[in-house]
């Protein structure tokens, strides 16, 4: 069997695991094994239609009052039970905030090694190949693990999803037993932005800004613009973000997010080399900038060479022409 | 507070990377290392509760004899003590062995310590792996990606980054924290401090005086290609004024690209 970890947020599965899913389906396939669905809380009956259309053949339902929060500990303990029950070959993770924080704390608990974030995984030989970015995408590896079972996480918005089937299979819920005091740490509460902020490594398109932006006031013209776009999301360059314009989470680059999204849109940004290794495997790239000589254009799909300021307010005027 | 803080010397992000195909390694003649940014605000982070609640900072570092340098750094910002685990092995990529020594190395030298510290992911190997596995191997509580970090007595509140938004996790200490961008501004050495931390002695402990054999710490993860990214074209630029062009760009988004 082949297992995968199915994240939820808010009584909701996340497009990334379900894209995690997606991979381990093919992938079992390959190799004629089967994927069974883990998810860990409660009240998660609900999400078993969904689970199921895109191929798992099992849902193991991972219940404790004590995991309705999010726990690293907590967590890992209840797919830990399951991993020595089910004994599986394979166990993936959608490489999110907790896939990243989750993954490695159950592969230390099995004492096996991880690959980290993977955007290719492939089948030779009988066995699976992973392959990861490093330097945040400067250099890319192909690697196999030597320990089993095998952990992986899966970077969001690159594996395809399967078309989903109308299928059913077998629900097992298991209580999980989490020893007195085993949970010393877990999360008490979410904040939210105002808002449905989608993050600019899950948007489908990043509307970025760079030093030509000027200043924090004029990002709002590029939040206007994201706001016309169906899961689009703002990103910045490194030197907006340390010139305060727009907070951190929004960087993209070697210091901040990698992403790899449908389009990425570089207003202003000139196209440093940490910039270019975060975004470079995105699969359209637009670059407005008025120097003709910015990196940026070497890597750009489309470019424009021109005063943004004038470019940003047509383009809004022409999506929203599209959108509506 | 007793605070352990771990620390990687890696390539500068403003490093090309190029590649020895043979060996599938990074080629470092040429290379600028430095700490990796993350773990400047892990090292920052520990400072400031120092200074807030007394206690002492040790740094910490696996890698060859060179990543003295960065230790010496960390002196010089202001850390008590540096440590250097001396692993010859190049970057494996491998997480869970540098868990292993640091947990080992945790267990034997520093069993007294209230926080470890280390920065989100190394950048580079960009893994994210060790902060969880050290946690998982000690049975500690972890907060990572943290924004924010208080500490009341032997309770911890850290705000953590998850995808747009942020979560508060509560835990106990001793605990395992990992730094993100926006948890502080790392201060810069001063003259004072970089003349005492080159007087220091940075001890160093081998694998043996950790009680670690060689297939202890074998890489699990065996590396068969190394490659660069396949190469982007330029495309095309767009003339004309700037209606026009952001006319033509996003008929060509719709059509060509097929993006919007």
């Not at chain 1, 900038?289 to 809004?316: C, H, M, R, S, T």
């Amino acid at each position: 069997m082949f297992l995968v970890f199915i994240e939820t947020r808010e009584g909701k599965v996340k497009k990334s695991s379900l894209e995690a899913l997606s991979e381990t389906k093919r992938r079992a396939g390959e190799l004629g094994s089967d994927v069974g669905a883990a998810l860990v809380g409660t009240g998660l009956e609900c999400l078993n239609p969904e689970i199921f259309s895109f191929g798992a053949s099992q849902i193991f339902l991972l219940e404790n009052e004590q995991l309705a929060p999010y726990s690293s500990q907590g967590y890992a303990t209840a797919l830990h039970e399951l991993v020595k029950e089910v004994n599986p070959k394979a166990i993936f993770f959608a490489a999110t905030a907790m896939g990243r924080d989750l993954a490695p704390r159950l592969a230390a608990k099995l004492g096996v090694a991880l690959a980290s974030d993977c955007t290719k995984v492939a089948v030779k030989d009988g066995k699976l190949e992973f392959t990861r970015p490093v330097y945040a995408g400067k250099a890319f590896l192909t690697l196999t693990l030597k320990s089993m079972p095998q952990i992986a996480t899966l970077r969001p918005n690159v594996f395809p999803l399967v078309e989903p089937q109308n299928a059913v299979g077998e629900v097992r819920k298991k209580e999980v037993t989490i020893p007195p005091g085993a949970i010393k740490g877990q999360v008490a509460e979410l904040l939210k932005e105002k808002g449905e902020e989608i993050d600019v490594t899950e948007a489908d398109i990043i509307v970025s800004g760079g030093r030509g932006m000027k200043g924090p006031e004029n990002f709002a013209l590029l939040k206007e613009l994201a706001a016309l776009i169906p899961r689009s999301a703002v990103g910045a360059s490194r030197s907006a973000v340390d010139s305060g314009w727009i907070g951190h989470q929004h960087q993209v680059g070697q210091t901040g997010k990698t992403v790899s999204p449908n389009l990425y849109m570089a207003f202003g940004i000139s196209g440093a080399i940490q910039h270019l290794a975060g975004m470079s495997s995105s699969k359209h790239i637009v670059a407005v900038n008025k120097d003709p000589e910015a990196p940026i254009f070497k890597v750009a799909d489309y470019g424009i060479v021109g005063d943004l300021f004038q470019v940003i307010p047509a383009l809004k005027a022409e999506l929203k022409k599209l959108f509506e | 507070m007793n605070i352990l803080v771990f620390v990687k010397r890696v390539p500068d992000t403003e490093s090309k990377i190029r590649i020895h195909h043979e060996t599938n390694t990074v080629i470092e003649e040429g290379l600028n290392f430095i700490i990796s940014s993350n773990d400047e605000y892990a090292v920052e982070e520990a400072l400031r509760l120092r200074e807030a609640k007394g206690g002492q900072v040790t740094v910490i570092s696996v890698g060859a004899e060179e990543s003295t340098t960065i230790l010496r750094k960390c002196l010089a910002m202001g850390a008590d003590e540096a440590v250097l685990i001396k692993d010859d092995l190049k970057e494996t990529y491998d997480g869970l062995r540098i868990a292993k020594m640091i947990t080992r190395a945790v267990e034997k030298k520093f069993p007294h310590f209230d926080l470890l510290l280390f920065g989100k992911q190394s950048v580079g190997a960009d893994n994210a792996q060790v902060p969880s596995m050290v946690a998982e191997m000690l049975g500690l509580p972890q907060a990572n990606v943290v924004t924010k970090l208080e500490i009341n007595g032997t309770q911890g509140t850290a705000l953590r980054e998850i995808e747009g938004a942020e979560e508060k996790v509560i835990f106990s200490l001793p605990a395992v924290v990992s730094a993100q961008k926006g948890l502080n501004e790392p201060r810069y050495e001063t003259l004072k401090g970089i003349m005492a931390a080159k007087k220091k002695i940075i001890p160093v402990m081998t694998l043996e005086e950790l009680g670690l054999r060689k297939e202890d710490v074998a890489p699990q993860v065996d590396i068969t290609k190394m490659e660069m990214p396949p190469a982007r074209q330029a495309g095309k630029i767009i003339p004309g004024p700037p209606e026009e062009a952001a006319k033509k760009l996003a008929e060509l988004l719709r059509r060509e690209a097929k993006v919007i």
